[in-house]
């Protein structure tokens, strides 16, 4: 199954950037696509963006888009969200998860496309 870390997660002004890191290891990185997600106070998951195994193709959904950036460090086994022109609203716990395919699943939070997750790290935009 693999395992999954996420890092880079903290306090930030609005304005603000973030760079979030998910660490991988235990599966072949390479042959999966990746996704965030998030979970804000007292809502339920978002789906934020996903990319396909080979990192060259992305989709994102339109509350990040053009804000946020994913990437995929295949040699690594990392990958990369940077998170530009912060807001209060995108306040929340952030997760990386495998996607179960190669290609890059958009706008699903269902739980078979997802068989690993990490543990999240938590990102505040305050001033």
């Known amino acids: 199954e693999g395992q999954l870390v996420e890092s880079g997660g903290g306090v930030v002004q609005p304005g603000g950037s973030l760079n979030l890191t998910c660490t991988t290891s235990?599966?072949?990185?390479?042959?999966?696509?990746m996704s965030w997600v998030r979970q804000a106070p007292g809502k339920g998951m978002e789906w934020l963006t996903g990319i396909n195994s080979r990192g060259s193709s992305a989709y994102y959904a339109n509350s990040v888009k053009g804000r946020f950036f994913i990437s995929k460090d295949n040699a690594k086994n990392i990958l990369y969200l940077q998170m530009n022109s912060l807001k209060p609203e995108d306040s929340a716990v952030y997760y990386c998860a495998r996607v179960a395919s190669p290609a890059l699943v958009a706008a699903t939070l269902d739980p078979i496309y997802y068989p690993t997750w990490g543990q999240g790290t938590q990102v505040t935009v305050s001033s």
């Open positions: 235990g599966f072949t990185f390479t042959k999966f696509a």
